[in-house]
């Protein structure tokens, strides 16, 4: 009998992995189109596609799975979706701003490292082995996402800012999420869309009427660019090596084409990651989650034919031993 409960569990946590590398790599490829988009079009609008795109995903979802529609529920989906829609709006702005090389590890530390904080204070316990693979696949996220030619001096003081109020939205948005009950299903990741994307419309349509508002959402679009053509006719760097489909007569229609994938993308990412919410600790679903920026090298390594320095090659060792150790565990 204890051999079966074993290996029960044993199964349980490997799907627990399956289902949070899953969503990661689907962040990560989202989240490569969404910073070529953002540099194309308004960050604000960018995010907006997004999300109407992931909502889409997921009412088809909650629709064919349903859920309890609950008050815990409805609290922790649209405490996260507010959480969620900030962390987003202010990681494309960060991404968009750049260096993306020195924007993503930052804020992929720091929503690891908030569900952690969390789940310590609540009196989580994993097996030690499991301690030390969260630790090792933090590290290995930070140093993924660097690269030797980028410094700190290369980010503005409001883009470092950028990323840290995304790091801690998205971070305490996992928490909350993770407080749905089981029973509720897909009911909260899709209020956590559904909120976000109320939020987002509301934005767009006060910066639309309102000049104060305006300039404000106008401070996220602030890239450090070579003067030159405005941002929405200029490539984003690398574009041209991305083939004929970049090369579109008109970017900022091909820009609405990558936001809106990377949409799709996000939606099923965000399947994903309730599912193993609900499997698991939320500390190691966030960790192993907050690996994306995996996807991302690996696609810029792939596409663009950049290369992987050693640093970020260490990084990627670290990740997937941090993985196989989280199975082992």
Known sequence: MADVAGQRQTGAVLLIVVLALGAALLYGVADFMSGVAARRIPVVVAT?????????VLMIVVLTVGGVWSSPAIVSGV???VLAAVGFLMFTAALAAGPISLMTPLIALLSSAVPVVVALVLGDRLEPIAWIAIVVAIIGSVLIGLERRVSARAAKPRTLVFA????LGLGFATVALDAAPADAGMVAIFLDTTAGLVLLLGIVGLARAVPVMRRAVAVLDAHPAEPGPHLADTPAPGAARLGAGIRAADPRRRARRLAGAAGLLIGGANVLLMLALHAGSVAVVAVLVNLYPVATVLLAWIVLRERINAVQATGVVLAVAASVMLGLA
């Open 48 to 56: 907006t596609i997004n999300y109407a795109f992931a909502t889409v």
């Open 164 to 167: 840290v109020i995304s790091g």
């Open 79 to 81: 405490v996260a979706g």
